[in-house]
């Protein structure tokens, strides 16, 4: 049974930075895209970066220039360091991958900057 096991949110004061990983765990033959997603209280998931098998990635408008994703293929691991942190970047952050053509959500990790 595949899973994805987060790690790296916490509570950081603004301007701060953080990073997030992602490992998948389990029987796995492919993973080809992988990514990170946030929800804040009361709104909809919405998309912070993706980074597909070659490395091509896709950022959110809101984080380009202070996020970077990228992956560590050989210990199916995915990354999000974030930079320049601002309250609005409070949310549940999710992984999502795309393993053995199925897509698979991790439970999620909180991050939290105070102002």
């Known amino acids: 049974q595949v899973q994805l096991v987060e790690s790296g949110g916490g509570l950081v004061q603004a301007g701060g930075s953080l990073r997030l990983s992602c490992a998948a765990t389990g029987s796995i033959f492919s993973i080809s895209v992988m990514g990170w997603y946030r929800q804040a209280p009361g709104k909809q998931r919405e998309l912070v970066a993706t980074?597909?098998?070659?490395?091509?990635?896709n950022y959110a408008d809101s984080v380009k220039g202070r996020f970077t994703i990228s992956r560590d293929n050989a210990k199916n691991t995915v990354y999000l360091q974030m930079n320049s942190l601002k309250p609005e970047d409070t949310s549940v952050y999710y992984c999502k991958c795309i393993i053995n053509f199925t897509i698979h959500w991790g439970r999620g990790t909180q991050v939290t900057v105070s102002s």
């Open positions: 980074i597909g098998s070659g490395g091509r990635t």
